[in-house]
């Protein structure tokens, strides 16, 4: 049972990844890294971590590809691109390298981390399998509130100065002001 | 720091068997078999529903306006619905000839499926009264009277509405045509923003309940004064009620398909089934909120007790009788979206997102932030009172400040020439 939903959800995250590359149209590109989102939200339920995958499909699918296919609409790209035009030379070779590099980096990462991945390291403490349903997300609650709250409020920082900078960026100021 | 104890709040509700106590342990065919009762049943009531809820506005609307309303089919008009449904399945099924074929077939599903997807949730019934919890017991199995439990509940109902959104958005672009796409852009704006006030007004239910399992939810209410809308002071059920509105895309929100401005909005192009689909969606949706609001705020399928009076209503076994209390406060709901579409004339596009940013968002997180600072005076024992001055004074400040914003903002548009 487990082997069939890793298998199936897998197949849903590669295949849309696969989309999101090779579709010509943005807006079906968008479509398959809501696929591939949902495949990952899968993953999440089959691991037993319930309020992640919740979270995975309202902050990722809900907001964040709604937001792209607003953008895509709104500015009207939802036409397939030209891609034979290119703006910055010898991008596709590097991306390429580049891509080789990552590869060749997380190939090697997992070779040598193997023994971690089929044995428990010593992490965080995995909810008591009798504990009640709200330990899993007690336990999330304690290491972003509490251990790792500085961390936290950094981010959310940083996401502000990001919102702010786009905001001023994208008012265009009349002549004469500062 | 936080509180050490997180579970010590009312009734200990980690303490209780979270999930279905029928899906525990190893899979056997009578837990099997329920589940499968269920979904027919749950997916049967579903249409159901939406059939009468597409009748009762039809009439109710009709009523409020001096009219008769459907009253050919069957009696009352009551299988006007099943005519007009029937009528939509052998009309012509128009494809655009500028639309994207594969995404406008896939629309109408994306939009039907997530309004089925929300309602399996919700405890449609069961006795919660002296500690039983909602557990019921069908061939010798306990259960609960929902099809769902999940630890996650409510936040499952939100993935949902947070993906209802694409059905219309997708729509209207793939129709090719732009009063759709109008209308789909402004869909997708306007769910994406009162998601937010949805949300947090949903935060503060979960901070008294303690917990975010449906059925837990319902379980702490078990008096009037444990009621969520009593609980949390009104004002969080009141924006629920506003940005689920919106969320539903009804009156006065319904932008989306204002007929006015855009010929019919995002489902212009879509005739025959397609179109029953979304229109059976819209008012599946009207009725899955109505049991999400009465199951938060509500006590869902608890009866009315107060001060250790109970209303029971006689000769009907307590299990039933939650399906009885959860219908009529689900009634109330649906009659209350009805006369706010036969009362309420439609925002404007500005007014809308003007509201929702500038009063919702600010003013249901302002009521989080309050509720939460009595929850924490309470857990470390600080004078609840002085807590609560203190958290009024701050968010007053915010208040200001937020003010001043608005009014250095607007001076400065005025600067530049806008008008508004």
Redesign the interface.
Known sequence: MQLVVFVLASAMMLVGAVGVITRR?P??AA?SL?LTLFGVAVHFVALEA??L???Q??VY???IV??F??VI??LGV?KAEDLKTEPLVAQRWLAGVAALGLLGLLVVAVARGADILTTRSEGLDTAAPN????????QL??SV??DYVVAFELTSVLLVVAVVGTVMLTRKR?AGEA | ??PRD??SHVGA????P??DPALEGDLLWAPLVIVILKVLVVFVVGLVATMLMVWFERKVVAGMQNRIGPNKAGPYGLLQTLADGIKLFFKEDLLPRRS?R??FALAPFLSFVPAFLSFAIIPLGGDYRDGNDGIVTWFGIETRVQLAD???GV??A??IS??A??GI??AG?SSGSKYP?LG??RA??Q??SY?AAL?LSLASVLLIA????TSGIVGAQATLTDWNVVATGVVPFIIFLIAATAELNRPPFDLVEAEQELVGGFNTEYSSIRFALFYLAEFMNTVTMSALIVTLFFGGPQPISFNGFTLDIPFVPNALEGTVWLLLKVLVFLYTYVWFRATLPRLRYDQLMNFGWKVLIPASLAWFLLLAAQRLARDEGWNVFVTTAIAVVVLAGCYMLMQAAFAVSNKTRE??GAQF
């Not at chain 1, 504990?131 to 007690?138: E, K, R, T």
């Not at chain 2, 509700?13 to 209780?16: A, D, G, K, Q, V």
């Open positions: 149209n807006v079906h479509l809501v319930y309020f995958a919740a979270v499909i309202i699918a809900g907001a709604v937001l296919l607003f609409m709104l939802d504990a009640g349903g709200d330990a899993n997300i007690q609650a304690r509130f509490g009349a | 720091m936080l997180l579970s509700p980690s303490l209780r979270m999930l994207d594969f995404v999940p630890h996650v936040l499952f939100l993935a947070s993906i959104v694409y958005m997708l672009w796409l789909s852009v997708s704006a769910m994406v998601e949300g303690g917990t975010m399992s600067s530049q």
